[in-house]
């Protein structure tokens, strides 16, 4: 077990006030790591750091921070492999669902390093005789980086990317159950080249670390991925100061099959929309709207691929479901299945705990049968948990699909060209599917949604730069 899980505060590793042990869902008996907790007092430090180096990081040249990006995008993909073992252990998705996320963040930076050097403003005539204006962004200054578990290094890559591109620093915290991928993902940018204080990493709790960076008067943004009623809370604290706040906060996607659809590509976008990476994604497909015509045979279709779908360690060989990433999510999840059934919903299959070769939180996907009224089709549960929902026709199916408080990502599988363009338009949703599962995006382009799902600017590709930069308006008379 590794035990130099250490912070970066100020250009420095530094040793926690308590330490605590980073556990492997797939394999209780072999922890991951032992890793430092910072309390309020090492990340008000980070944050007074980040802040002294914001002048110098701003007013770098884009080349310096293009090849600071591009040096780190390197690095990760150079060790997609070793990183995915690592997140695997951590984590729990597959070890190849884990190299592929390695990928992405390796992507981003890569992205991003292109991105410091395109940034560029825009010349308009003046009202006025004589006179220019020019609009430009500048970058916002100090940026705390509140991540999630379930993208461990992808979700911190798409913010700690665009952060310093565009001349921002940061202060990055880690979710509790992922310090290892946070410390890894922390330690390639820590050689990379940056002034010290311009990056900073603090492990800890959200309520102390965490809520010290909401409320610091020296940190002009939050970028936070998360639950929602935690998105809700830091919103209305840094709302008080005037911090620029972008919050992802999950989702209940529908993907709707209608009855014109190819089943056999409908079953597969279900099943990896919903089960794969362990339900655990904000985009997953977790409400499965289709039309009456082709319910049943759309349930037994995807019963048989659920049924067959292998469990396991998510380093071991043919896993395609790796476990819960922690024994509350376990609980939460299993909870959902009582939920489910005392409601009148239909257990078609899954469901339960399973024992595997090695003591971890493994679960069978669960797929329900069920109304748009039961909680487990409202509620986000965040596992391998799937309900289908039976729609009248292709209006029903609509109407079903929008009737969430979460707008994140909806999907629509359909051979009509006419109904995909109708449901592109119509979909209440920041992302949209066409055949496809609604978990799965590119790295290049806008990430987001809409309603209770989503809170300020999108993130990701050239739109990322919309929180992470200011706007100077300048009037120049000859
Ligand atoms: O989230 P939290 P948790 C959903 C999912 C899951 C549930 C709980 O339904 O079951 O949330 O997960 C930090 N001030 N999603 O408990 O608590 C915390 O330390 C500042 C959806 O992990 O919201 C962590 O770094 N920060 C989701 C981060 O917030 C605070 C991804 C998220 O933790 C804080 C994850 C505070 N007061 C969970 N309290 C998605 N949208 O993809 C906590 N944190």
């Known amino acids: 077990m590794q035990s130099s899980f250490r ?44 802040s002294q180096a914001s002048a110098a990081w701003a007013f770098t040249t884009p080349q310096r921070r293009a090849d600071v990006l591009d040096q780190v995008g390197s690095e990760i993909l150079a060790r997609k492999e070793e990183l995915g073992d690592l997140l695997a252990r951590e984590e729990g998705k597959t070890l190849a669902e884990s190299i592929g996320e390695a990928a992405r963040a390796g992507n981003i930076f890569k992205f991003f390093a292109g991105e410091a050097l395109r940034a560029a403003g825009e010349k308009f005539a003046s009202v006025r005789p004589g006179i220019e204006v020019d609009v430009t962004r500048e ?64 492990n800890g709790s959200g309520r102390q670390v965490g809520q010290a960076i909401v409320d610091s008067p020296l940190v002009d943004g939050i970028s936070f991925t998360g639950s929602q009623a935690t998105g809700v809370q830091l919103l209305k604290t840094a709302a008080e100061r005037g911090a620029k706040v972008q919050l992802e906060m999950g989702g209940k996607n529908p993907l709707v099959v209608l009855a ?18 362990t339900g655990q994604r904000c985009t997953a497909s977790s409400r499965l709207i289709v039309e009456a015509a082709v319910h049943d045979a759309f349930v037994a279709k995807l019963r ?29 999840n299993l909870g959902y299945i009582e939920i489910g059934r005392n409601e009148g919903a239909e257990l078609v299959v899954g469901g339960a705990a399973v024992e595997c070769a ?28 799937a309900v289908v929902i039976r729609a009248d026709d292709a209006d029903h199916a609509l109407a079903l699909a929008n009737d969430t408080p979460y707008g994140l990502c909806a999907g629509v599988c359909t051979r009509s060209l006419k109904q995909a363009t109708h449901f592109k338009r119509h979909l209440q949703a920041g992302m949209v599917m066409v055949n496809l599962p609604t978990a799965g995006v590119d790295y290049h382009v806008p990430f987001g949604g809409r309603k209770a799902s989503s809170h300020g600017p999108r993130e990701q590709g050239r739109y990322a730069a919309e929180f992470y930069t200011t706007v100077k308006t300048a009037y120049t008379s000859a």
């Open 7 to 50: 912070n970066y505060i100020n250009g420095r590793w530094e040793t926690g006030v308590t330490t605590a042990i980073s556990e492997n869902p797939s394999d209780l008996g072999s922890p991951v790591g032992e890793y430092a907790r910072a309390d309020v007092a090492q990340t008000d430090a980070a944050i007074r750091a980040a």
């Open 358 to 385: 090695t003591p971890g939180h493994y679960m069978a996907p669960a797929l329900f049968v069920g109304a748009p009224q039961h909680r487990i089709a409202r509620e986000e549960i965040f596992g391998p948990v």
């Open 304 to 332: 048989e691929r659920t049924r067959a779908l292998k469990v396991g360690h998510a380093l071991g060989r043919g896993t395609e479901i790796g476990p819960v990433a922690s024994r509350s999510q376990l609980e939460q």
């Open 139 to 202: 970058p916002l200054g100090v940026i705390g980086i509140i991540a999630p578990w379930n993208f461990p290094l992808a979700i911190p890559a798409w913010k700690i990317a665009p952060a310093l591109a565009y001349g921002n620093t940061v202060v990055f915290k880690p979710a509790e159950l992922v310090p290892a991928c946070g410390w890894a993902l922390s330690e390639i940018i820590s050689r990379a080249g940056l002034p010290a204080g311009a990056f900073n990493l603090v």
């Open 260 to 277: 014109d659809a190819d089943l056999d590509q409908a079953v597969e976008c279900a099943v990896q929309g919903a089960f794969f990476s």
